[in-house]
């Protein structure tokens, strides 16, 4: 599939999803022509003077500029960003939009998640660096305001290529568990042979090696440290306990239902090389089959922050949905290493509701976790791929 039918696809199925909570919008007013066409002239005189082959505009908001630059530009060249999916359906219903079809001549991609946008357009060729970058003219200084974020990824990261041959890091990988998580024997086969020691803190007043399958930790090639001791409706509390165990330089760590590939496991001592101290990668959901993936509305590219240089002064905050802070220098997102999420594939309906409720009571009544089938989901192969290795600009750490 090419990149801009791909950007078609995604979108297309993200907007096929109209939720009752996304708010209504109202599409803009056209532009009159003398103004339309100051501003087409300056914005083409822009393009010419970046010497960039590609353009990508930041907001639809009309759609009037959108579609003279789609007509007079080259098959191709540009692509459009909209972070308001319900405006792209509200413009394409008033047949705003004809220049936008599958045939991919012109590019358009929308979803609620900057890092969406980003991740999508990095797989597409109009990533960081790669073409010129445009805030709709037409767009108000709030509207503008929104998609500074994505402006901000794509004029300012700096792409770095992942250190081939890297030497074996220090590295410690680690997870906090429950022994009730189904299918552990395949999360511990995952990791690799190299590592300095794998750490597990146990949801449990014990250790439950009986509960264990039999051999499928005593057969790993490094050590293993266990520790035991209730959550508690702590998460943070249970994850700076998994960091205080870990002696290695670097921390890699999992929940039981994520996965890295061989492949992606191979290309960790590469990232450690390359002088960040912590590394966001991407998490795919697979739902409703292994072939597909959840997409739309922040369900990808789900960035976690999950291997960084092991320091003092590090501590994870938040009793739920945790973050880890004191980590200082530069930071990097990896697009070329997906964690797999397979909750949704392991788990029926009755012990996700279950996770849920623990996530909810840690939370203290400040947040509500919702289980849906109702969510876009895309084939795979529209998300995953050979990314690019890209380091955060100061103001995004």
Not at 385 to 396: I, K, S
Request: glycine share 6%; net charge neutral.
């Amino acid at each position: 599939m090419r990149d801009l039918e791909r950007l078609y696809a995604y979108t297309e199925e993200v907007l096929a999803f109209d939720f009752a909570e996304q708010a209504s919008v109202s599409v803009p007013d056209a532009l009159s022509g003398v103004v339309l066409n100051r501003m087409v002239s300056r914005t083409l005189t822009a393009f010419a003077r970046s010497e960039r082959s590609k353009f990508l505009l930041l907001g639809a908001r009309s759609g009037a500029l959108a579609a003279e630059l789609a007509r007079v530009l080259p098959v191709g060249t540009l692509c459009v960003a909209e972070l308001v999916p319900a405006l792209v359906r509200a413009l394409r219903a008033k047949g705003r939009l004809p220049w936008w079809t599958e045939e991919g001549k012109v590019g358009l991609v929308s979803d609620t998640s900057a890092w969406a946008l980003f991740a999508l357009l990095e797989h597409a060729g109009f990533g960081a660096g790669a073409a010129f970058v445009l805030p709709n003219p037409e767009l108000a200084p709030s509207e503008k305001r929104l998609l500074r974020q994505l402006e901000l990824m794509l004029t300012r990261m700096q792409p770095v290529e992942i250190v081939a041959e890297a030497p074996i890091p220090r590295l410690s990988a680690a997870a906090i568990l429950s022994p009730t998580e189904p299918d552990l024997a395949a999360f511990f086969r995952q990791f690799p042979p190299w590592l300095t020691e794998l750490v597990l803190v146990w949801d449990a007043p014990a250790l439950p090696d009986q509960l264990l399958p039999k051999g499928s930790l005593q057969e790993l090639p490094f050590p293993v440290r266990q520790l035991a001791r209730p959550i508690d409706a702590d998460f943070s509390a249970q994850r700076n306990t998994m960091l205080a165990a870990c002696t290695g330089d670097w921390v890699l760590y999992l929940d039981a239902d994520e996965r890295l590939s061989p492949e992606d496991w191979a290309k960790v001592p590469g990232l450690c090389a390359l002088g960040a101290s912590g590394w966001h990668l991407p998490r795919v959901t697979s739902y409703p089959t292994a072939e597909r993936a959840l997409v739309g509305f922040g369900l990808w590219p789900d960035i976690q922050l999950r291997l960084f240089r092991n320091r003092e002064g590090l501590t994870f905050v938040n009793p739920v949905h945790e973050r880890l802070v004191g980590l200082s220098g530069q930071q990097g997102l990896a697009l070329c290493v997906n964690i797999e999420h397979l909750s949704r594939l392991r788990k029926n309906e009755a012990q996700l509701r279950a996770k849920l409720e623990v996530f909810d009571a840690a939370g203290a009544g400040h947040v509500r976790h919702a289980l849906s089938a109702a969510y876009p989901s895309v084939p795979r192969s529209l998300v995953s791929g050979e990314g690019r290795c890209l380091l955060l600009p100061p103001e995004m750490v």
